[in-house]
DNA sequence: GCCAACGTTGGC
DNA sequence: GCCAACGTTGGC
């Protein structure tokens, strides 16, 4: 099992969104550092879904991957604001997975408190001026981050199901 | 293959 | 709204 942490803007889609409609495609992601941790992902993965551009910025609350990357069609549609027309549909460029809501953090853990957390002290999330919207999530920090908020990781399978 | 210019991200 | 940092583009 590995783990990630998403970024969403909440003003475009942000976790409660998630919850609404229950699973998502994580649609968008045009940065192949971030597309090739896509790929990586496999069904049963956990994400933290952080918020940025925020009031404050930080984790809202965990989902899980539901289903392992596949095409983003998004890149061959021209009306869309992702398409790229250097995206061959026998050839995509692009990739994304669908994401489910597993468990809303009780309190938002702000960037600010992710830094005051040590194992997140060497995340590219923590790090100025890095803009990566699919980050590699290591065990410890995925359970440094759930114990700041007063969770623990038995309440995620008890809610997953 | 280099690198300047440009567009975007994202914290503040 | 500002601006630093970064990725991408395109001319050469």
Known sequence: MLYW?????PDVFGYPDLVRVGKEPWNGVRNYLARNYLRQMVAGDLCLIYHSNAKPNGVAG???????AYTDNLQFDPESAYFDPKGLP??????MVDVSPVLAFPTLLTLDALRGLLEWADSPLTQKGTRLSVIPVTAEQFRAALEAVGLELEQLSAAST
């Open 62 to 68: 965990v989902a899980r991957v539901v289903r392992a």
């Open 90 to 95: 026998d050839n995509p460029r692009w990739s």
């Open 5 to 9: 942490l998403l970024k969403s803007e």
